[in-house]
Nanobody, 116 residues
Framework: QVQLVESGGGLVQPGGSLRLSCAAS????????MSWYRRAPGKERELVAG????????NYADSVKGRFTISRDNAKNTVYLQMNSLKPEDTAVYYC?????????WGQGTQVTVSS
């Protein structure tokens, strides 16, 4: 059974930082491209950042470039999202996603709230 378990969300003030983690089990993690998505209240889900299976390439939404960094540790079956200079508009539920060919899996999400 594949599980993606996110952690690290919470309440942070504008300008602050958070580090999200997504621990994967039940799949050959190193063979999967990993991504972080988010869904803000009243908005559609959007891609935040992605990383290839070996970690050699990353991509980011324009709204987070220069502030967020995605990384992975294949030895720990974990993908991370370092979020700096957080803004109120970053408030959302953040989801971890794994994809390999036609197989894809989602985590349950973790809430990030940026507010003073």
């Amino acid at each position: 059974q594949v599980q993606l378990v996110e952690s690290g969300g919470g309440l942070v003030q504008p300008g602050g930082s958070l580090r999200l983690s997504c621990a994967a089990s039940g799949l050959s993690f190193s063979g999967y491209a990993m991504s972080w998505y988010r869904r803000a209240p009243g908005k559609e889900r959007e891609l935040v950042a992605g990383i290839t299976s070996a970690g050699g390439r990353t991509n980011y939404a324009d709204s987070v470039k220069g502030r967020f960094t995605i990384s992975r540790d294949n030895a720990k079956n974990t993908v991370y999202l370092q979020m700096n200079s957080l803004k109120p508009e970053d408030t959302a539920v953040y989801y971890c996603h794994a994809r390999k060919g036609s197989n894809d899996y989602w985590g349950q999400g973790t809430q990030v709230t940026v507010s003073s």
